[in-house]
């Protein structure tokens, strides 16, 4: 398994690692603050950019995608991209593209980041284009994120998924995650109503299930037949 220490790389790693949890808009390099890229075995974490509306309107726009969400709405266009891209440099702690990593050209195929919570708490989010459900790139990309976390002292994170979404559960689990116990309702723009979300949590520092397989059974279970990711592949390249 490869060391995230070393490929998750950062520019500018020792402001980063004194800033701890003072994040301000890293990639906002127009400011002269940081840019912030990482690389995984498969992935290229960045920013979101305005021209990336189209290719991130794409991706996202699957209905099986967006219910599983609590901001995104449905149905999901490009100026649902654009106003999510604006909105990149002001958030209070990193998000990433999922960017993969390919011969031809890198297509986006999810995002993924950590947010501050009205109860205090510190969230991981993330999605993943239904084409690529299966294939181990939230859990790749996730296990990113629980670095990055350490990095900048984060000391616990939470997560949650609706309760019809265990695929979600599984990829949390097996980033250390574990379920608190906790079925709340959460709102869903996406599903115009709230819906019970299962709740977990995870000591950054504590030791973490990270391996390398893909993100279980229910998740593989409903992916797309290979004809039909490979056709979702050529249109959005």
């Known amino acids: 398994m490869p060391c995230i220490v070393k490929i998750g790389l950062f520019i500018s790693l020792t402001k980063l690692l004194t800033r701890k949890r003072h994040w301000t808009s890293p990639w906002a390099s127009v400011t002269g603050e940081l840019t912030m890229f990482a690389r995984t075995e498969r992935l290229l974490l960045r920013p979101g950019w305005p021209e990336d509306a189209a ?10 995608i967006i219910r599983n969400l609590a901001s995104a709405p449905w149905p999901y266009v490009e100026s649902d991209a654009h106003s999510f891209l604006s909105s990149w440099a002001a958030a209070a702690l990193p998000r990433f593209l999922m960017v993969q990593r ?4 890198p297509r986006i195929i999810g995002c993924i980041g950590i947010d501050p919570m009205e109860d205090g708490s510190t969230e991981l989010g993330y999605w993943v284009a239904r ?6 790139y939230a859990t790749e990309a ?3 994120m629980i670095e990055l976390a350490r990095t900048l002292g984060i000391q616990q994170l939470s997560a949650s998924h609706f309760v ?4 979600s559960g599984s990829v949390l689990r097996k980033l250390g995650f574990r379920p608190t116990g906790r079925t709340v309702e959460r709102s869903s ?5 709230p819906s ?3 709740e977990y949590a995870r000591t950054v520092d504590a030791p973490g299930n990270d391996g390398d397989a893909d ?4 998740l593989t279970a409903m992916r797309w037949p290979e004809t039909v990711r490979n056709e979702w592949r050529q249109l959005a390249a």
């Open 164 to 167: 019809d979404n265990p695929a």
């Open 142 to 144: 996730g296990r990113h």
């Open 196 to 198: 019970p979300v299962t």
């Open 131 to 136: 084409p690529y459900w299966g294939l181990g």
């Open 189 to 193: 723009k996406g599903r115009s109503a």
């Open 215 to 218: 993100d279980g059974e229910a």
């Open 102 to 105: 390919t011969a031809a050209r």
């Open 55 to 64: 290719a991130l309107a794409t991706a996202i726009g699957d209905e099986g």
